[in-house]
Structures are given as structure tokens and as C-alpha cells.
């Protein structure tokens, strides 16, 4: 898999999905489950095409139901960017809105 070729890019997502816990709120907070991060790490590479770094934090707020502009000013980056994410991100999971990538992120143990 392309992840497991990208050894520090593939520490970054551990660290990233580490960072972000999602909570039952829907918030998000630290998170230490190393169990979780290698769970994660499996499933993420079992993706025909591997979400990056940057589309997984993405894919992480969408639980929130914050906007794209809400996405944009987290991540430091312009709301079309998020679009153009966000589509990728549907494309890889074969999915065709947020709902449905959340549910696919859900049953491959991004979420």
C-alpha cells in the first residue's frame, strides 16, 4: 500500500488520528488508543486508493456538521480546498455526501 511506502506520512496519520478522539458529542478531543491508531492504520490501507493526511483531517470534522467554511478556517486552508477534499474524499470511498463518508469511515475504523 502507498501508506505503508510513506513511513513519516504515515506516523503524521497516527498522530493525527491520535489527536483527534472523536468524542459522543461530536467534539473532539486528545486521544492515546494506541490500539486504535494501528486499527486504524490497517484499515486506512486496506482503501484501493489511501486517503492523505490532509483528507483525513477533513473527513474527521465532518461528524461535527460544521461547514466547509468552518472546515477551512480550522485547517488553514481556503473552503475551496475543502471542496476539492471533500471530493476526493467521496471519490475514494466510493460514496456520494458527508453522510455516506462518514458511515464508510465509521465501517472501516477511521471514525
Known amino acids: 500500500s502507498l501508506l505503508v511506502k510513506q513511513k513519516p506520512t504515515l506516523q503524521y496519520a497516527r498522530h493525527t488520528l491520535a489527536a483527534f478522539g472523536k468524542e459522543k458529542?461530536?467534539?473532539?478531543?486528545?486521544?492515546?488508543?494506541v490500539s486504535m491508531?494501528?486499527?486504524v492504520t490497517l484499515q486506512?490501507?486496506?482503501?484501493?486508493?489511501?486517503?492523505?493526511n490532509?483528507?483525513?483531517?477533513?473527513?474527521?470534522?465532518?461528524?461535527?456538521?460544521?461547514?466547509?467554511?468552518?472546515i477551512?478556517?480550522?485547517l488553514y486552508i481556503s473552503p475551496e480546498t475543502v471542496k476539492r477534499h471533500?471530493?476526493?474524499?467521496?471519490?475514494?470511498?466510493d460514496v456520494k455526501?458527508?453522510?455516506q463518508a462518514v458511515n464508510?469511515?465509521?465501517s472501516i475504523g477511521i471514525l
Open 37 to 39: 491508531q494501528a486499527s
Open 86 to 93: 471533500l471530493s476526493t474524499i467521496y471519490r475514494k470511498l
Open 25 to 33: 458529542t461530536g467534539t473532539f478531543r486528545g486521544h492515546k488508543d
Open 97 to 99: 455526501n458527508r453522510h
Open 54 to 70: 490532509r483528507e483525513i483531517e477533513v473527513l474527521m470534522m465532518l461528524p461535527c456538521g460544521i461547514s466547509n467554511n468552518e
Open 72 to 74: 477551512a478556517d480550522r
Open 44 to 52: 486506512v490501507e486496506d482503501l484501493a486508493e489511501p486517503l492523505t
Open 104 to 106: 464508510s469511515a465509521k
